[in-house]
Protein backbone atom coordinates (compact mmCIF):
# COMPACT_ATOMS: atom_id res chain seq x y z
CA UNK A 1 0.00 0.00 0.00
CA UNK A 2 1.22 3.83 -0.90
CA UNK A 3 -0.47 6.62 0.55
CA UNK A 4 -0.33 9.88 -1.65
CA UNK A 5 -1.26 13.04 -0.02
CA UNK A 6 -1.24 16.46 -2.85
CA UNK A 7 -0.61 19.48 -1.38
CA UNK A 8 0.15 22.93 -3.14
CA UNK A 9 -3.86 23.79 -4.08
CA UNK A 10 -5.49 27.14 -3.86
CA UNK A 11 -7.10 30.28 -5.44
CA UNK A 12 -5.22 31.82 -8.01
CA UNK A 13 -6.30 34.30 -10.82
CA UNK A 14 -5.96 33.87 -14.47
CA UNK A 15 -2.85 33.75 -16.22
CA UNK A 16 -1.21 32.43 -12.73
CA UNK A 17 0.73 29.95 -11.73
CA UNK A 18 0.84 27.10 -8.86
CA UNK A 19 3.29 24.31 -8.20
CA UNK A 20 1.25 21.25 -6.44
CA UNK A 21 3.00 18.17 -4.61
CA UNK A 22 2.56 14.50 -4.47
CA UNK A 23 4.43 13.26 -1.15
CA UNK A 24 4.31 8.99 -1.41
CA UNK A 25 4.91 6.83 1.42
CA UNK A 26 7.63 4.50 0.44
CA UNK A 27 11.08 3.93 -0.52
CA UNK A 28 10.83 2.42 -3.20
CA UNK A 29 9.06 5.78 -5.64
CA UNK A 30 11.93 5.66 -7.64
CA UNK A 31 10.11 2.52 -9.48
CA UNK A 32 6.79 4.26 -10.10
CA UNK A 33 5.17 5.88 -12.39
CA UNK A 34 3.30 8.88 -11.50
CA UNK A 35 0.40 10.26 -13.42
CA UNK A 36 -1.74 13.49 -12.39
CA UNK A 37 -5.53 14.26 -12.81
CA UNK A 38 -8.15 16.72 -12.34
CA UNK A 39 -11.71 17.07 -12.35
CA UNK A 40 -13.69 19.87 -12.01
CA UNK A 41 -17.30 19.95 -10.96
CA UNK A 42 -19.50 18.10 -12.92
CA UNK A 43 -16.65 16.24 -15.16
CA UNK A 44 -14.98 12.32 -14.82
CA UNK A 45 -11.63 13.03 -13.81
CA UNK A 46 -9.05 14.05 -16.62
CA UNK A 47 -5.65 12.66 -17.59
CA UNK A 48 -3.46 15.72 -17.41
CA UNK A 49 0.43 14.16 -18.05
CA UNK A 50 2.69 11.28 -16.59
CA UNK A 51 5.94 10.90 -15.55
CA UNK A 52 8.29 7.47 -15.49
CA UNK A 53 10.78 6.19 -13.29
CA UNK A 54 13.49 7.65 -15.96
CA UNK A 55 11.58 10.80 -16.09
CA UNK A 56 10.13 10.59 -19.61
CA UNK A 57 6.88 12.54 -19.33
CA UNK A 58 3.96 12.59 -21.74
CA UNK A 59 0.91 15.51 -21.39
CA UNK A 60 -2.32 15.56 -22.44
CA UNK A 61 -2.94 18.11 -25.49
CA UNK A 62 -5.04 20.63 -23.00
CA UNK A 63 -2.46 21.27 -20.95
CA UNK A 64 1.11 20.78 -22.93
CA UNK A 65 3.31 23.53 -23.00
CA UNK A 66 1.49 25.26 -19.58
CA UNK A 67 2.17 22.35 -17.21
CA UNK A 68 5.33 20.61 -16.37
CA UNK A 69 5.85 17.74 -14.02
CA UNK A 70 8.46 16.27 -12.26
CA UNK A 71 10.24 14.36 -9.78
CA UNK A 72 12.93 13.84 -6.83
CA UNK A 73 12.82 10.40 -5.74
CA UNK A 74 15.54 11.31 -3.32
CA UNK A 75 12.07 12.55 -1.74
CA UNK A 76 9.29 10.38 -3.05
CA UNK A 77 7.93 13.90 -4.78
CA UNK A 78 6.58 14.44 -7.79
CA UNK A 79 5.44 18.38 -8.62
CA UNK A 80 2.97 19.43 -10.91
CA UNK A 81 4.03 23.11 -12.50
CA UNK A 82 0.56 24.52 -12.86
CA UNK A 83 1.23 27.86 -15.47
CA UNK A 84 -0.99 30.01 -17.80
CA UNK A 85 -4.08 29.17 -15.66
CA UNK A 86 -7.45 29.20 -16.99
CA UNK A 87 -10.83 30.08 -15.08
CA UNK A 88 -11.19 26.00 -17.17
CA UNK A 89 -8.13 24.65 -15.09
CA UNK A 90 -10.60 24.50 -11.98
CA UNK A 91 -10.90 21.45 -10.27
CA UNK A 92 -9.25 18.91 -7.70
CA UNK A 93 -6.22 17.23 -9.07
CA UNK A 94 -5.16 14.15 -7.96
CA UNK A 95 -1.80 12.18 -8.41
CA UNK A 96 -1.84 8.31 -9.40
CA UNK A 97 0.77 5.68 -9.31
CA UNK A 98 1.49 2.57 -11.24
CA UNK A 99 2.29 -0.04 -10.28
CA UNK A 100 -0.59 -1.00 -7.92
CA UNK A 101 -2.69 2.33 -8.89
CA UNK A 102 -2.74 4.42 -5.94
CA UNK A 103 -4.58 7.49 -5.89
CA UNK A 104 -3.68 10.33 -3.54
CA UNK A 105 -6.74 12.47 -1.79
CA UNK A 106 -6.53 15.77 -4.20
CA UNK A 107 -5.69 18.82 -3.73
CA UNK A 108 -7.91 21.82 -5.20
CA UNK A 109 -7.32 24.63 -7.52
CA UNK A 110 -9.58 27.60 -8.52
CA UNK A 111 -8.43 29.63 -11.05
CA UNK A 112 -10.91 33.07 -10.79
CA UNK A 113 -11.29 35.36 -14.40
Known amino acids: QVRLVESGGGTVQAGGSLRLSCKAS????????VNWYRQAPGAQREFLGTISPDRNTDYADSVNGRFIITRDDSKAMAYLQLNSLKPEDTGVYYCFVQPGSFWGQGTQVTVSS
Open 26 to 33: TNLFRIYT
